[in-house]
């Protein structure tokens, strides 16, 4: 691939796959025509332009920086336009995400656990379940709820023990569903034997496996990254006089992937995992894990929009594309299992050259770009609307060609409820949950359901700092306070976008602690339980948990949901897009579906003729002329 310079011209330059994506990022953002920008004079300028074009604001250094990063992918972009499906169990399974510690507490000690995962097996088989991914469950001081690993084969106490995940894994296979886990290889745990040796001597076998840095005598950082949960990215060890990079919490350690020797310990990992019998991996921060390795200063103008410092050398670091394919090979290679990439913050062109079936790294990738309405991030204060997200994703589903799979979710561990973002007041509170649900089971891609999201769970109603358990929220009230805000300012702005809102425990029944424990709940139990809970859903044909159940059903009963084409419907009046109502139709073999969304909590005229159009799902219990807020029906086509 040509390399960019300075004196490339604008078209050219976005034939390189991360121009393309940020360029992509950009016109979404300004809410530019892209295919007329192609076309406009300013696309035959060249880079260095660019400087004019913004007033000096990107001036020629941060253009010289963008041409490095730019430069470091050297795959172009990948044309897939006449690729064949290939099929595979995982683009046809709906998953479901567990966070263990709140999902169901056998023993008492009111933190959920393998065995309460057990007893509800068949409650997710009901549902239609076909994969459960667990976050992780490894051994760990629970700094960042087991996002920080202490020992990667062995069980969290809390959790259980060995002989009890075996277990879990038997029962599930049992019942002919999957299991994947949460592999967290970014970083460890500072409690991880590799770290506790690593930091006695810069001799030690282990203290390569971590990334290092002298100190220059002045006691300052090494640069100006910054950690995800504040403050600098690094950690001082005076008995070394040495920095030690962790992107997280302190007590996360990035691990050092240019030391293969680190990297076999970790396959060899990886592949204890899979010879045991699970079915593949969810990984973590995985698109992290190659750092440019003259660890640069952050670019002024990325500090300023983002307001946060490092992430562009190493959110798709020179090396990624080589160590997920040497993981690949040396791990998944001749298996049947699925492994499912965080990658928050890439654009489709990357994550193509991530997944592409062909290219042996990734089978699937998450983005997070429409969890929140960007320039917006989590712990703003707006309401969340559909009509950006669902263009975000439509433009996933027309791009994203037929050599990668998409991935549908709403929800997870790290984000508040979808319910509480879209609608503050709870007055569609349900609809939104089946509009996510229609969403997630008539896109194209692998839907993942997060523990919760089928009954329609809220945000928490956590009363003061003292309620909230993340360390993420709590670092982030400390630093707001010593800025100066009011405890009072800083709860109300954690409240915002805390973790925490996730992290309530499931809502079973109406019981005590909503049926999820007998003991204290680590975390409050939310007070709405006795309405939205798991018994009382499931006698109520027209709650979210039935929309669930029901539309898994159609996915699994129709080909043409899973591996059909995917093709807007437009009518005379109004592109789609720009309208209120999303309507699209799914296509295979002659079998087609339409479906049709109002994305607004406004009644909206219906522009589609249902009248060939036999109604087989609708999120409303009556059929009207009108489309109501969030409505969401799907059709199929009579001959
Ligand atoms: O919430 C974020 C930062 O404010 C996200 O950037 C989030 O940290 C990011 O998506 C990575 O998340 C994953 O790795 C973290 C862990 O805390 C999250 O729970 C996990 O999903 C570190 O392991």
Known sequence: ??????????????????????????????????????????????????????????????????????????????????????????????????????????????????????????????????????????????????????????????????????????????????????????????????????????????????????????????????????????????????????????????????????????????????NKGVDGFRMDVINFISKWQNFPNSVPLVQHIFGFSGTEWYFYGPRLHEFLHELNMQAFKGRDCVSVGECGGLGIETSKLLTADNRNELSMVFNFDHLDNLPHGRYDDYHYDFKIALKHLVKWQLNYGNRCWPTLLFENHDNPRITSKADKYYAFREEIAKLCATVQLTFRGAPFIYQGQEIAMANGDFKSVEDLRDVEAINMFVELVEKGKTPQEAFEKVMCGTRDHARTPMQWDDSKNAGFTEGTPWIKVNKDAFVYNVKDELTRDDSPLNYYKKLIKLRKENEALIYGTFELIKSNRIDVQDSDILCFKRELDGEKFIVEINMVRRTRKRYIDTENLELIASSYDYPAKTLRPYECNIYKTVY
């Open 1 to 274: 691939m040509e390399k960019i310079t300075l004196d490339t011209s604008l078209s050219d330059a976005m034939k390189n796959p991360m121009a393309k994506d940020l360029f992509d990022a950009i016109t979404s953002l300004f809410d530019i025509d892209v295919n007329k920008f192609k076309k406009s004079k300013v696309a035959k300028l060249k880079v260095k332009s660019i400087k004019s074009l913004t007033a000096g604001v990107i001036d020629k250094k941060t253009l010289k920086y963008a041409c490095e990063l730019l430069n470091s992918e050297k795959n172009p972009i990948l044309d897939d336009r006449s690729a064949k499906i290939e099929k595979k169990w995982w683009k046809e399974a709906v998953f479901y995400q567990i966070y263990p510690r709140s999902f169901k507490d056998s023993d008492g000690d009111g933190i959920g656990d393998i065995r309460g995962i057990i007893e509800k097996l068949d409650y997710l088989k009901e549902l239609g379940v076909d994969c459960i991914w667990c976050s992780p469950m490894y051994k760990s001081p629970n700094d960042d709820n087991g996002y920080d690993i202490s020992d990667y084969y062995d069980i969290m106490t809390e959790f259980g023990t060995m002989a009890d995940f075996d277990e879990l894994l038997d029962e599930v296979h049992k019942r002919g569903m999957k299991l994947i886990m949460d592999l967290v290889i970014n970083h460890t745990s500072d409690e991880h034997e590799w770290f506790e040796q690593a930091k006695q001597s810069k001799d030690d076998e282990y203290h390569d496996y971590y990334i290092w840095k002298d100190d220059d005598g002045t006691k300052t950082p090494p640069n100006d990254w910054q950690s995800f949960f504040k403050g600098s990215a690094w950690n001082y060890y005076e008995n070394l006089d040495q920095w030690a990079l962790h992107l997280f919490s302190k007590k996360q350690m990035d691990l050092n992937w240019e030391n293969p020797k680190m990297r076999q310990d970790i396959y060899k990992m990886i592949n204890w995992w899979l």
